[in-house]
Each structure stands twice: as C-alpha cells, then as structure tokens.
C-alpha cells in the first residue's frame, strides 16, 4: 500500500519545448504533495509543495513561472517544466503526504514516486 | 546551509560487517527522523523512522539509535548484505512543518 506513481518514468525533450509530469497517490489521498529535484550523486533538493486546491508554495530560488505545479485533486499532481533548457535536466521525484486509512498514520511520513528522468536536449 | 549534515559521504563494508551512518542536526524544532534508502534510478523508499521520545528504534536489522541532547542520531544494518547496496539519507522535519531536509547521502557498497 501508499504508493505513489509518475508518468512518464523517463522524457527527452528538445531544448525550448514544455514537459508535464504527473504523480499520483493511488491507494490514499494526498493532502500535500511534495516535488523534488536530485542531480547525481546529491541529495533530494525540495522545489515546491502544493496542497489539493491552493496554490504550490516554492522555495527559495525555484522560478514558479518555469516549474508550474497544479493539485487539482487529492490525488494528482503536476509539474510542468516550461521552455526547458538542457541545465533543467535531472530527476524529478515527487512525494505524497496523507494518512493511509491501513496504517495508524504518521502524519510527517512521506511516499515517494519513482522519478522521472529529464533529459533536455 | 544544510539544517541536517550526514556522514560519511560513502562506506564499503564486507558482507555481514555492520554499515553506521551519522546524522546531527541543528533545529531543535524538529521531531521526526526518518532513513531512506534509494537504489540508482530509483525514487527513495522509507526505511525507519524514529522519534525523539525513544533513543532507540529496531526493525529487522536496521537500527536507528537517537540522542536528543547531542541532536544526533545513526543508522545501523546489521549483517550487511550485498543488496544493502544502497545510497542512504537522513532527514528531519517538523509535526506542522512537514517539510523534510536532507542530509547529504550516504552511498554504501557491500563486498561479497
């Protein structure tokens, strides 16, 4: 259980283009959802966290108008890369918080997605 | 600045030795510790989780040993296997924050 998909697992895109990833939770709802950015062999770096029906929140140095989140339900998000460039290339990995209804619910605990490679040419 | 800051970067250990890895933080605030484990090409997958009311948590041969007033805390595996190869991260974070900050990983290799 607490699973967490993204599609596509794997994108080349020409430099210029848009490219929309999605991640779902598919055995609970996601009240908070959490996207990620890791360049090999460095640590998950947290880009935004988007709650289902308001807007995402971004950190510090993430340009909004280039990573465009929508929550739009309790268990989908996307993230779009706009006009991606080859330095927007890495691993995007996406997480789901909620409270599984199988599990005695650690509010803080966090499911990850499997990632989705970038690859911007 | 990183809030959680993790050591060693890497570790190679033989099979059946015993992996420990180190975590300190900073934020007094924070009151969860989980471990993930992520394998290359791989989103990462929870592992163990503590919280700063008990010093030590078990499950399996993974062990998380937790010191509130050093703010420190480690993952132990015991009985390393080859498939223990891995890279590893701590993280903390907050009831009401619930945004994690990451240590810097810890890249494992288990020798047959």
């Known amino acids: 259980g607490a699973v967490v998909s993204q599609h596509p697992s794997w994108v080349i895109c020409k430099s210029g283009t848009s490219v929309k990833i999605e991640c779902r939770s598919l055995d609970f709802q996601a009240t908070t959802m959490f996207w990620y950015r890791q360049f090999p062999k460095q640590s998950l770096m947290l880009m935004a966290t988007?709650?289902?029906?308001?807007?995402?929140?971004?950190e510090q140095g993430v340009e909004k108008d280039k990573f465009l989140i929508n929550h739009a339900s309790l268990t989908l998000s996307t993230l779009t890369v706009t006009s991606a460039h080859p330095e927007d290339s890495s691993f995007y990995i996406c997480?789901?918080?909620?409270?599984?209804?199988?599990?005695?619910?650690?509010?803080?605990?966090?499911?990850f997605g499997p990632g989705t490679r970038l690859t911007v040419l | 600045q990183q809030q959680v800051k993790q050591s060693p970067q890497s570790l190679i250990v033989q099979k059946g030795g015993i992996s420990i890895i180190n975590c300190a933080y900073e934020n007094t605030a924070f009151d969860y510790f989980p471990w993930y484990q992520q394998f290359p090409g791989k989103g990462p997958a929870l592992l163990i989780a503590i919280r700063p009311d008990v010093s030590e948590k078990k499950e399996g041969r993974f062990t998380i040993s937790f010191n509130k007033s050093a703010k420190q805390f480690s993952l132990h595996i015991m009985d390393s296997q080859p498939g223990d190869s891995a890279t590893y991260f701590c993280a903390a974070s907050t009831d009401s924050w619930g945004k994690l900050q990451f240590g810097a990983g810890t890249q494992v290799v288990v020798t047959p």
């Open positions: 997480s789901a918080r909620g409270v599984p209804s199988w599990t005695s619910g650690i509010l803080n605990e966090q499911f």
């Open positions: 988007s709650n289902e029906g308001s807007k995402a929140t971004y």
